[in-house]
């Protein structure tokens, strides 16, 4: 008789809430999980499936992963990756337009992420009508890059019916995550699409101060169907070992250029004859994704350096070569 599986919907510091066949447990971490030292700053993430063990009080091993949002480990330096959440089919990156202002290097860090791990991904952008002007300019920046854009308002008087009934039908039809800063809106956005979840809220004057409305991760069955996680509001998102060479095929407007280019190994960052930065100076690439771009490559390069702690991929080509 084969051992029972479960989902993982929670993690707390001694204690993991699964699922199993529909019932919800609270169980404790066997300890080899923690005996094999991997990269990952945790042995489990939420939305991973796992086996019990004979006794069916305990997790025994956890099953492979189809994919994984993750970021570098803020409090563990280059060393380690911080899953935010495991098996997932859809990304929503959440960003207001205004109060917080928009933060182009987060949202482009996410949906790079998101990218490498090949997740769909939706940037939401929230409060639009606090500055329409914005929400204008911003959507014009995605759109040009391919990124399935919503724009979103829950404000009375102003709220987006056809587009919170697009983002209701998504997060019914995955297993997503929903990341942000805090102040953006995700949990309001929530509470209005998926009513009876009643996530936590907080005035922008608590978040100012430090204190995040969402405290932990926590993966949600939704009735009728898919699940969703409310993240913690996050500064900031940095990627986890992605080579110098890889980074700029995460952003497809950037990638699309390369073939243009006079050396096949360029990576855009004061080459001659450059078609990314030509592009970027003609304003057919917008400024602000290419400074995510070279911020994140110069992440990469740093960490490609002998010496460095990072495990970064060894970059390849080097040696910049001309196409004729």
């Not at 204690?15 to 169980?27: A, I, K, N, P, S």
């Not at 499936?49 to 189809?66: C, E, K, M, N």
Request: charged share 20%.
């Amino acid at each position: 008789m084969s051992s029972p599986e479960g989902l993982v919907l929670r993690i707390d510091a001694k204690v993991c809430h699964v699922e199993v066949d529909g019932e919800r447990r609270q169980l404790p971490l066997a300890g080899k999980l923690f005996e094999v030292k991997t990269h990952e700053k945790r042995p489990l993430a939420v939305g991973d499936r796992i086996v019990l063990d004979a006794t069916g009080q305990a997790i025994d091993a956890v099953l492979p992963r189809s994919s994984q949002l993750h970021r570098r480990a803020a409090s563990e330096g280059e060393e380690q990756a911080q899953v935010l959440a495991a098996n997932l089919t859809h990304v929503l990156a959440v960003q207001s337009v205004a109060s917080p202002p928009f933060q182009p290097e987060l949202v482009d860090g996410v949906l790079a992420a998101a990218a490498r791990e090949r997740i769909p991904a939706t940037l939401v952008l929230s409060k639009i009508d606090l500055d329409p002007a914005a929400a204008k300019r911003w959507s014009a920046v995605y759109a040009h890059a391919g990124v399935h854009l919503v724009a979103t308002s829950t404000a009375a008087g102003h709220e987006t019916t056809a587009a919170n009934a697009e983002l209701a039908r998504l997060l019914h039809e995955n297993r997503s995550v929903v990341v942000g800063l805090s102040g953006a809106g995700k949990s309001s956005l929530l509470n209005r699409l998926l009513p009876g979840i009643t996530l936590r809220t907080g005035d922008l004057n608590h978040i100012r101060q430090g204190r995040h409305t969402t405290t932990h991760t926590e993966l949600l069955p939704l009735p009728g169907g898919g699940h969703v996680l409310d993240t913690p509001g996050v500064r900031n998102f940095h990627l986890f070992c992605v080579g110098s060479q890889e980074m700029q095929f995460l952003f497809p407007e950037i990638a699309a250029r390369l073939p243009q280019c006079e050396y096949r190994s360029c990576l855009h960052d004061g080459e001659a004859r450059c078609a990314v930065q030509q592009a970027v100076a003609a304003g057919e690439i917008p400024a602000s994704r290419f400074q995510s771009y070279r911020t994140m490559l110069h992440d990469a390069l740093q960490a490609e350096r002998p010496g460095s702690k990072a495990k970064a991929p060894a970059r390849g080509g080097a040696r910049r070569r001309p196409r004729r």
